[in-house]
Each structure stands twice: as structure tokens, then as C-alpha cells.
């Protein structure tokens, strides 16, 4: 006997739509039928809130308040000397933003997480992988002066 192939896909889509509509109950054990509601081992409902979380360790410090942020790069003047250079490379000496007497009072006040590519207008030719968003420099200074350490990691 020969089956033509038009005749074997039309008798395979009208099982396959013949097993679509039939209803099919699943088993979850031999003998226990499983609907959609109730499938799963839920806790009774309560009233009652879980335990408090314990008190977090005093060496763990939070810090993700009192962030500053400001778009773009900060360049300092180019040095003119040697002396410059070498006096620039050393400890507490460093220009520009990352000065320590740098004015950032103009920054912007975030906390962290951070995201500021997602507040950048979306561009036609920027990366798409980017989200259309341009790419670019930003300044996160680290909030020591915001920072409170507890007594035992002083």
C-alpha cells in the first residue's frame, strides 16, 4: 500500500488537532488526577507575620546613600613641569575631580543603584545594544564624607 505525502499531512494535522481539543488529565501519582488549582503544596493561610529577620552584622555597611554624580568627564589643566608631574603623582595630590578639595556642590545628589544612561535621550545612531542611547563618561565620587562607619571598624 502507498501513502501519498499530501494524504499522510493532512491525516497528521487532523490528529494533532483531534489531540488538541480532547480534554487530557495528568497524573501526578498513579491514581491522583491534577488540575490547575490546588496542584501545588501551598501553606495554610495565616494572620500571623514570619519572625523578624535577624540583626545584620555591624561589620556590613550600607552605602548606598549620599552618592554624587555628574555626566561627562572633568579634565585638568594639562601639566607645565616636571615638578607638576611629579608633585601631582603623590599621595593627596590628586586634580581635578578627583581632587579632594574639588567643589562638587553643582553635582547631582543619587543614590545607588544608578542607572544614568537610562535619563539620556534616545539617538537613531547609537548603539542599539545601548538601547539607543548614547554612551559616555560619568563621575561617581565616593561619599566619604556621608560615610558613618560603626564603632567597631573604626
Known amino acids: 500500500m502507498t501513502v501519498a505525502r499530501r494524504d499522510l499531512l493532512l491525516g497528521g494535522a487532523v490528529v494533532g488537532l483531534a489531540g ?7 497524573f501526578a501519582a498513579k491514581g ?23 540583626v ?3 561589620a556590613r555597611v550600607l552605602m548606598d546613600r549620599g552618592w ?6 572633568i579634565e585638568p589643566a594639562p601639566l607645565d613641569s616636571h615638578n607638576a608631574t611629579y608633585i601631582s603623582v603623590k599621595a593627596g595630590n590628586a586634580r581635578g575631580a578627583a581632587a579632594v578639595d574639588y567643589d562638587d556642590s553643582d553635582w547631582q545628589a543619587v543614590d545607588l543603584p544608578h542607572d544614568w544612561a537610562s535619563f539620556q535621550p534616545f539617538v537613531k545612531t547609537a548603539n542599539v545594544a545601548q538601547g539607543y542611547r548614547p ?3 560619568g ?11 560603626p564603632t567597631i571598624l573604626r
Do not use: C, K
Not at 554624587?68 to 568627564?73: K, N, Q, S, T, Y
Not at 563621575?139 to 562607619?149: D, E, F, G, S
Open 32 to 54: 491522583s488526577p491534577v488540575d490547575g488549582a490546588g496542584a501545588l503544596p501551598m501553606p495554610a493561610p495565616t494572620n500571623v507575620l514570619p519572625a523578624a529577620l535577624p
Open 135 to 137: 554612551r559616555g563618561i
Open 56 to 58: 545584620q552584622d555591624a
Open 20 to 26: 488538541g481539543i480532547a480534554p487530557v488529565r495528568a
Open 68 to 73: 554624587l554624580f555628574h555626566e561627562g568627564d
Open 139 to 149: 563621575w561617581y565620587p565616593v561619599p566619604y564624607t556621608h560615610l558613618t562607619l
